[in-house]
Nanobody
Framework: QVQLVESGGGLVQAGGSLRLSCEAS????????MGWFRQGPGKEREFVAGVTRSGRTTYSTDSVKGRFTISRDNAKNTVYLQMNSLKPEDTAVYYC???????????????????WGQGTQVTVSS
């Protein structure tokens, strides 16, 4: 089992940047694929970005491509989401998640993740 704790959220003006971090407990972090999801006001939870266990392969949803970058440091048990050129529509609670599944085809599916953090609020003002 793994516990996930997000940090780095906050209030930022449009065009600004934030870096979210998600630290995982345990010694087996490198055996989990990791993902970031978000849930905006009145919206369903949606996939933002994912990274494979090794960190060599990443995938992000179209709305954040070129602006957000997911990465991981297995030595620090941490996955990051660097968010640049933020827009008001990026306002949401951001969650990190971990999964044992290895299929890249299901990386964007929330149902493929077994463990979730508590979320961190990101608010982008216009």
């Amino acid at each position: 089992q793994v516990q996930l704790v997000e940090s780095g959220g906050g209030l930022v003006q449009a065009g600004g940047s934030l870096r979210l971090s998600c630290e995982a407990s345990g010694r087996t972090f490198s055996t989990y694929g990791m993902g970031w999801f978000r849930q905006g006001p009145g919206k369903e939870r949606e996939f933002v970005a994912g990274v494979t266990r090794s960190g060599r392969t990443t995938y992000s949803t179209d709305s954040v491509k070129g602006r957000f970058t997911i990465s991981r440091d297995n030595a620090k048990n941490t996955v990051y989401l660097q968010m640049n050129s933020l827009k008001p529509e990026d306002t949401a609670v951001y969650y990190c998640a971990a999964r044992t599944a290895i299929s890249i085809a299901t990386m964007a599916s929330s149902g493929s993740y077994e463990y979730w953090g508590q979320g961190t609020q990101v608010t982008v003002s216009s």
